[in-house]
């Protein structure tokens, strides 16, 4: 699948001098903000031009789930914790099971709020994370690094390989090894960074983007939103209770008061409460609708609706 020359960059793109900057310590306050937010400028079209690649992985990522996989983000430093992030957000924005999208960075959880340099020097470490994980020919690993060179991350891409499944690269150099070892590769060229070498400036906000892209877009065809309302979100705060209710009004066009109400009948759950209350159905008889559907909430409103 992967479509990219098998001849890899002499140079690395993410080392170069950005002459835009090279005089940055004698530059006013004001000045330094400006350099850096030109250049953040560039990110979402380096990002634009991945949307075909960005679109394959999406597809192979949803597949993968759809069939019963499970998607990996496997990264060192910066690319590991937006890999976490990212995973973390799945079960609060959509419902998913923890163990569906699941992050992981070299040199554990201490890793995520410490630098932990020296792990991502480890490719072998990668593989028995992976394992340690029950990594099968259904999931999906999703390789993260600016440079595409970070030895953790390769492995991890091997170890993949090893077992059959899908492999996908995110990173920042054209033609670097990570993306000839993945099936599928992502390469948001930002150019040099303002501070050199520092990718946790714009190669990070390039990877940040495309991980927003590929989980959305997944959900998205997983059912997981209906337009654009997280109707599988987890009402496990407040404030998440409150937007579960406004989705439900918004929906049905009941008032705040019906719509709490609806959510405690439903057992907190929204796609549950939008059918019973759109419908005059029961809890069963609405879970039996969205199980019809594969969970797409539209689906079983418009299939009941039709139904004689």
Do not use: W
Request: proline share 6%; hydrophobic share 40%; glycine share 8%.
């Amino acid at each position: 699948m992967n479509r990219r020359s098998a001849e890899p960059s002499p140079s690395y793109v993410t080392e170069q001098i950005n002459l835009a900057s090279t005089d940055l310590d004698r530059r006013s306050t004001a000045d330094i903000l400006r350099i850096i937010n030109d250049e953040d400028k560039t990110v979402p079209a380096a990002v634009e031009r991945e949307i075909p690649r960005i679109a394959t992985a999406a597809d192979a990522i949803h597949a993968a789930l759809a069939a019963g996989g499970r998607l990996f983000y496997v990264g060192a430093g910066t690319s590991g914790r937006l890999g976490i992030i990212d995973a973390a957000e799945c079960p609060p924005t959509f419902g998913t099971d923890p163990e569906l999208v699941q992050g992981i960075i070299s040199g554990g959880e201490p890793a995520v709020f410490r630098a932990q340099e020296g792990a991502e020097d480890d490719p072998e470490q990668a593989g028995r994370d992976l394992l340690a994980r029950a990594l099968s020919p259904r999931d999906v690993v999703v390789g993260l690094s600016a440079s595409g060179r970070t030895p953790y991350v390769l492995g991890a891409l091997e170890a993949a390989k090893r077992v059959g499944a899908v492999t996908i690269a995110v990173s920042c150099n054209p033609g670097s090894p990570l993306s000839q070892r993945a099936d599928i590769s992502i390469e948001p060229v930002v150019g040099p960074e303002v501070v050199t070498g520092s990718t946790r400036m714009k190669a990070a906000t390039a990877e940040k983007l495309v991980l927003n892209m590929l989980s959305t877009t997944v959900m998205v065809k997983l059912g997981r939103v209906s337009s654009n309302l997280m109707v599988d979100l987890r009402a496990g705060s407040a404030k998440l209770v409150r937007r579960a209710r406004r989705i439900i009004s918004l929906t049905t066009g009941v008032s705040d008061s019906d719509a709490a109400k609806a959510l405690e009948a439903a057992g907190g759950h929204v796609k549950a409460a939008i059918v019973m209350t759109g419908l005059g159905v029961d809890l069963p008889e609405a879970q039996r609708l969205l199980d019809a559907a594969n969970g797409r909430l539209t689906d079983a409103l418009e299939a009941a609706k039709q139904s004689p």
